[in-house]
């Protein structure tokens, strides 16, 4: 049973433009959630995080936003460079549950040039 | 200073034998973990170490997959026996003794013939 989902296997975007990942889960124990992304033959490195007490987390041209009533959340990347390209991985976990990250299937990105 | 480093990065094997799938973790980080992916699957969970207490395996498919680490370092996940169902990459993760921010290795593929 997939806890956390990512419905869209794949999305090319223009680069410049913005990326839009999404990711929903089932478990409303989860209140830390996580952005990892992975390259071919390497394994996913941490992007960004937030924590359930907060709605929104930016670091540069990454923003996760998370809303928690409609257990959604979304990696806006802007503007979007070509290095970006890779597997993007949603991630959640509980404090005080299991000693593990529940990901999700992952979105290909690709950036057009 | 180095990541985790996993050995071998592909491994080859025919149905029935076992396999051991060895992971190096970041020095001084206390917390190790296994996932595996299957094609067109997330990460899943197998196993997870944490200093010197027993390890949580809430995560291995079977009684054929079995992990140790050895003074708190370096671990070694095998599996009996192996099956088709088997073949996918081995990811292995550490962290400091926060939860979250996992580093992951490059992983090991395995294919079971």
């Known amino acids: 049973d997939q806890q956390v989902k990512q419905n869209s296997p794949s999305l090319s975007v223009q680069e410049g433009r913005i990326s839009i990942l999404n990711c929903d889960y089932t478990n409303s124990m989860f209140d830390y959630f996580l952005w990892y992304k992975k390259y071919p033959a390497e394994g996913p490195t941490f992007l960004i995080s937030i924590s359930s007490i907060k709605d929104k987390n930016e670091d540069g041209r990454f923003t996760v936003f998370l809303n928690k009533s409609a257990k959604h959340l979304s990696l806006h990347i802007v503007p979007s460079q070509p290095g970006d390209s890779a597997v993007y991985f949603c991630?959640?976990?509980?404090?005080?549950?299991?000693?593990?990250?529940?990901f999700g299937t992952g979105t290909r990105l690709t950036v057009i040039p | 200073g180095a990541g985790v480093s996993q050995s071998p990065s592909n491994k080859v094997t025919e149905k029935g034998k076992d396999v051991e799938l060895r992971c190096d973790p970041i020095s001084g980080h206390t917390a190790l973990y296994w996932y595996r992916q299957s094609l067109g699957q997330g990460l899943e969970f197998l196993i997870y170490?944490?200093?010197?207490?027993?390890?949580?395996k809430s995560g291995l498919p079977s009684d054929r997959f079995s992990a140790e680490r050895t003074g708190g370092s370096v671990s070694t996940l095998t599996i009996q026996r192996t099956q088709q169902e088997d073949s996918a990459v081995y990811l292995c993760a550490s962290s400091p003794w926060v939860l979250y921010e996992q580093y992951f290795g490059p992983g090991t593929r395995l294919t079971v013939t």
């Open positions: 170490f944490q200093g010197n207490s027993a390890p949580d």
């Open positions: 991630a959640a976990s509980a404090v005080g549950g299991a000693n593990n990250l529940f």
